[in-house]
């Protein structure tokens, strides 16, 4: 990545942070907080655990869609087979493993849980469990561990990494990388305090999550990528 397009990046994505009264995107950081409150595979019906975990006041568009909904088949996992579940989630934020191979195995453990659950209610129509494409997953980690993890989205991603000049432009899905990527970003960004500073004047302390979280980089990203004029 070329250096001087990130700085000028950072730049105006500060400007834009500064003019705004009201963050398009500020209820991801509701959603984090959601989440760090409730998360707790102890709970005695997880499902309803993990229900609550992934709730927010202002829309549902992080895990549903008109056509994509992650969240519904997991809770129907949960349910199904809650011990399988549970150790799937154990594995995915074991943050002593390697993250690509705890991907894989989580993918994986959706793929047999999908099958054995149409084996069980075999008039179902469920064909996908949503996971696939990894934006799911990576909102697991980030919801999770925000200082280490951000929601993932490969067009965005492409497009940042096009406008920065990268080497290697992503041709498909590489969540390893992305999170490189992203936590390198973060360190440009915490170079000048004032971006998460303008970032901060537009959450709210008892709403939204206040500590170090890679959702800026997200955000910065999701600005080169929108933003024709940036230069």
């Not at 993932?152 to 492409?158: A, H, L, P």
């Not at 999170?179 to 901060?200: G, H, N, W």
């Not at 709210?204 to 890679?214: C, D, E, F, M, S």
């Amino acid at each position: 990545m070329v250096l001087s397009k990130i700085q000028t990046a950072i730049t105006d994505y500060k400007q834009w942070l500064q003019q705004q009264r009201h963050h398009p995107f500020v209820y991801t950081w509701e959603s984090v907080q959601q989440f760090q409150a409730c998360w707790n595979p102890e709970d005695t019906d997880p499902a309803s655990m993990f229900d609550r975990s992934l709730q927010n006041s202002e829309t549902r568009r992080l895990w549903q869609t008109e056509a994509w909904y992650p969240k519904r088949m997991m809770l129907e996992f949960w349910r199904f087979e809650p011990r399988t579940v549970r150790a799937m989630f154990d594995d995915l934020f074991n943050e002593t493993r390697d993250i690509e191979a705890r991907i894989g195995r989580f993918l994986f453990g959706c793929d047999t849980l999908l099958r054995d659950y149409k084996r069980a209610h075999p008039t179902s129509v469920e064909n996908n469990h949503y996971h696939d494409d990894y934006r799911m997953i990576a909102l697991y980690l980030a919801f999770r561990y925000p200082e280490h993890y951000a929601p993932y989205n490969f067009e965005v991603f492409r497009d940042a990494m096009t406008f920065f000049q990268a080497r290697d432009i992503p041709q498909q899905n590489d969540l390893g990388r992305y999170f490189k990527v992203q936590r390198t970003l973060m360190t440009f960004l915490e170079k000048d305090p004032e971006v998460s500073k303008a970032m901060a004047r537009l959450l709210h302390p008892r709403k939204h999550y206040a500590g170090k979280t890679l959702l800026l980089t997200e955000d910065f990203c999701r600005f080169v990528a929108g933003r024709t004029n940036v230069r």
